[in-house]
């Protein structure tokens, strides 16, 4: 660690991992990581424990792993808690879900069995396609955030945990506009206690986390944590937040081939996307309302990216169509099309056209890790408020008010290592190289 590295407490005792949701994504997590814990798998797609990162000079040949260079927690030392309306253990709710093979399952099964959901704040006005039996009553949304404060407070007691971190791994909320009742944080404890219908449950679970001093990260588009008064409380408490709408399928590839398409200066004439999906996640966004907040998510990628009003003439008349298709059959096995219409030299028409048979909670569990690791660095180095430099998993990349999220893979990917390299007190990497040709 250089002199100029940042302070950073170290990970002593056991991380305590909450997800807010306990279906496909978030087991598949607790399996993914189980499995790696007793090498029978590898954690692939997971930068904290499988990439390197590179220090100094091409020269200087000094590329250590991510998880070796900076004092991120050990698989060893996680511990899984999560709430879900529905009742299942996690290995029941794997089994549901459909992701793994039974052979996995079976290997960690009493593991699996022993991971049971707490009663979730949960309001079918909120997710229409789902009912859940396993839920909290109360007579106001406080009481109900009251109910998830004690549930933190037991399981940290419980388990002897010295310290939390929480993923948002449930479904995709309806849509909300940010409103008076958000402003805040007043506001939004009156507007609790009035049941308001502007406080949807992902914003109790937030406060709760928050007034339990747990950095949180928004693994869905709902409105959460990108509202005046949670940014006000994670600030005030000193805490990591951020988020939003994990980036696993149809939309990681858009953060791909827009930035080439913009790098090369060729231009787009429309985008349409399509997908069929059929877990939970599939029949929870076949409600319109739920679809809104999904496509506002996905919709806003290719602005950011390819700046139409700096490049009217190849990105000012775009037509970007998304669609999702709920179809059983097809299970966790996400199918996305993609047929994009651009034009190059003198204007002649070209084709890119992408099937992506993609596993939509397979790509999303190592995300789930690296979010949760990164977050308690983070919490651990004194860093809070967004924190935007784990924009590389989101869609829908949170940022300070006026400032424009980065959307291109690759600059997220740079801004993730560099911020790592800061952390750490190594020199940030331009990519200049200028130093090799002149004397």
């Known amino acids: 660690m250089s002199s100029n590295s940042r302070r950073i407490a ?185 049941n308001d219908e502007t406080i949807a449950p992902s914003m109790l679970y937030a406060w709760a986390l928050l007034m339990e001093d747990v950095p949180f990260m928004n693994g869905a588009p709902n409105l959460t944590l990108d509202i005046p008064a949670m940014l006000k409380l994670a600030l005030d408490r000193e805490l990591c937040v951020g988020g939003k709408d994990f980036k696993t399928g149809q939309t990681l590839m858009k953060t791909v081939l827009a930035p080439m398409l913009k790098a090369r200066m060729l231009g787009l004439a429309g985008w349409y996307s399509t997908n069929i999906l059929g877990n ?48 059983p059959p097809r299970g966790d096995a996400k199918e996305g099309w993609d047929n994009i219409d651009i034009f190059g030299w003198m204007g002649y028409p070209m084709q890119i056209k992408v099937d992506f048979l993609c596993r939509d909670s397979i790509l999303a569990a190592p995300i789930v890790l690296d979010l949760a690791l990164f977050t308690d660095l983070a919490q651990r180095a004194g860093m809070k408020g967004i924190q935007e430099w784990l924009s590389f998993y989101f869609k829908s990349p949170m940022a300070a008010p006026g400032l424009t999220p980065e959307h291109d893979l690759f600059i997220q990917q740079t801004k993730l290592k560099n911020t790592l390299r800061w952390l750490m007190g190594e020199e940030q990497i331009t990519h200049l190289g200028i130093e090799y040709y002149e004397e």
């Not at 949701?21 to 797609?45: H, Q």
């Not at 739920?290 to 990105?315: A, D, M, N, R």
Request: proline content about 6%; hydrophobic content about 40%; glycine content about 8%.
């Open 10 to 194: 170290p990970a002593r005792g056991k991380l305590g991992v909450l997800t807010p949701g306990m279906g496909a994504v978030a087991t598949t997590f607790y399996a993914g990581v189980e499995s790696a814990r007793r090498k029978l798998a590898l954690p692939i797609g997971s930068l904290t424990q499988m990439a390197t990162i590179r220090l100094g000079k091409r020269t200087d040949q000094r590329a250590p792993l991510i998880g070796d260079f900076v004092p991120v927690a050990k698989l060893k030392d996680i511990v899984f808690g999560g709430w879900d309306p529905i009742p299942d253990d996690a290995y029941t709710a794997a089994r549901k879900a459909g992701v793994l093979e039974k052979d996995a399952i079976e290997a960690i099964a009493p593991f699996l069995k022993a991971i049971k959901p707490m009663k979730a704040v949960f309001d079918q006005n909120y997710v229409k396609r789902l009912k859940g039996t396993n839920v909290k009553k109360g007579k106001t949304k406080r009481d109900l955030a009251e109910q998830l404060r004690q549930d933190i407070r037991d399981f940290k007691a419980d388990n002897k945990l010295d310290r939390l971190v929480a993923v948002w791994c449930a479904s995709t909320e309806v849509f909300l506009k940010a409103g008076p009742a958000h402003k805040t944080l007043k506001a939004f404890e009156a507007a609790m206690l009035k």
């Open 280 to 327: 939970r996640d599939g029949e929870v966004l076949d409600d319109p309302e739920s679809f809104k907040t999904k496509e506002e998510s996905k919709l806003g990628v290719l602005e950011h990216i390819l700046q139409p009003k700096q490049y009217p003439k190849l990105y000012g008349n775009i037509f970007h169509k998304v669609r999702i298709n709920y179809y």
